[in-house]
């Protein structure tokens, strides 16, 4: 329980339909000692204080969950050193694949929960053969399947995902029919973590700090030292400006580059941590007919035999392509129909087959 509508109502809908439930949130850190908050708009007090108002209206028990340090390892340093080595991370999946849908489900088995339900916009469905299947949601505006592409067949057989029927507007009306406070609540599109006031540099930063003390890696003490200055170059190595951190900067940015005088709109092409340097060039230079992953997923469980037709997707609100997987055991080599933009190694590279979700991968340099 996060403390918004769509977790409050997947609670009020188990509890009316006769489930036993138990309500659990997660605190990432310690806001009492925090007081200025470091991280953004989730699981705040303000959040948690809202989780514990709807336990008491559904009158079921509630716990928080301290898993600051787990949270810390397992999502903030990833995301500080992909930031660090040049990449684009992708918190949200980490946070749902090493967090929710892992230390959470131990923790709930642990008082005797049998299954784990969540707010999250997805569905799960049963193949022919009787493996479970991971599929989008009926209000696909909101689906959520591609952050949960790293789900494992035995996390899908203790989780159930309440509002994956639903469009948002039913679940918000369900929440004013239920008397729950949070059913006109605002959500927060950010990564949890982040500022809006600061931005994901400023966590950066501040992070880097932190683990360069536990870590001689030269590229977190040259951020925890401000030393990552450096030339904004065009692709023939032109130095066309300067910047106050390549981690500023992710390939495909546009905002921000302050580059005058070029004919067409310039584009963040590549990020080198090592020289510093800030490749910009035209978007054209952008698009990829094809992409290495790493640590590829499948949730039937087993990779496919041979090459296989899919709807890959490289962004979670990037519309599908058609593309081509070339499984390489636990590597693969996507082929796309036609040239795409928004390659970002560090990003996920999520596969499809209609409303079926078949898995993913992580995308690497190359």
């Not at 977790?7 to 006769?18: D, E, M, P, V, W």
């Not at 580059?257 to 952008?286: A, H, K, M, Q």
Request: proline share 5%; glycine share 10%; hydrophobic share 40%.
């Amino acid at each position: 329980m996060s403390g918004g509508v769509d977790s409050s109502t997947a609670a009020y809908l188990l509890k009316k339909q006769g489930h036993e439930i138990i309500g659990m949130s997660m605190q990432m850190y310690n806001a009492l000692e925090q007081a200025d908050n470091p991280y953004g708009g989730c699981c705040t007090l303000d959040d948690l204080a809202d989780a514990r108002r709807v336990a008491w209206k559904l009158d079921v028990p509630y716990f928080v969950l301290n898993l600051e340090g787990e949270f810390r390892q397992r999502v903030i340093k990833p995301f500080v050193r992909g930031y660090l080595a040049g990449d684009t991370p992708s918190p949200c999946v980490l946070c749902n694949t090493h967090v929710k849908f892992s230390l959470l489900h131990e923790k709930a088995f642990t008082v005797g929960a049998e299954m784990v339900a969540t707010g999250h916009y997805a569905r799960i469905g049963r193949a022919a053969d009787g493996s479970l299947e991971l599929l989008k949601a009926r209000d696909l505006a909101k689906d959520q399947s591609y952050f949960l592409f790293e789900l494992t067949q035995e996390q899908l057989s203790h989780t159930l995902f309440p509002l994956g029927d639903l469009l948002k507007p039913e679940v918000r009306r369900i929440a004013a029919e239920g008397g729950l406070t949070v059913a006109e609540k605002s959500e927060s599109f950010e990564i949890c973590f982040v500022p809006e006031k600061d931005g994901y540099a400023k966590v950066v930063e501040r992070e880097a700090a932190a683990l360069a003390a536990e870590d001689d890696d030269p590229l977190l003490k040259a951020a925890a030292e401000n030393d990552a200055a450096g030339e904004i170059v065009d692709v023939e190595g032109n130095v066309l400006g300067r910047h106050d951190g390549y981690y500023h900067f992710t390939i495909g940015q546009r905002r921000g580059l302050e580059l005058g005088g070029f004919p067409e709109r310039s584009y963040v092409i590549d990020v080198n941590p090592f020289t510093r340097r800030v490749v910009v060039g035209p978007g054209s230079l952008l698009e990829k007919s094809e992409l290495r992953a790493r640590d590829v997923h499948w949730i039937a469980g087993a990779p496919p035999e041979g090459p296989i037709e899919v709807a890959a997707r490289v962004r979670s609100r990037q519309a599908e392509v058609a593309a081509t997987v070339f499984a390489e055991g636990d590597s693969a080599r996507v082929s796309f129909a036609a040239p795409l933009r928004g390659v970002a190694p560090g990003q996920g590279v999520v596969f499809y087959d209609g409303e079926r979700c078949l898995g993913g991968g992580w995308i690497t340099r190359g």
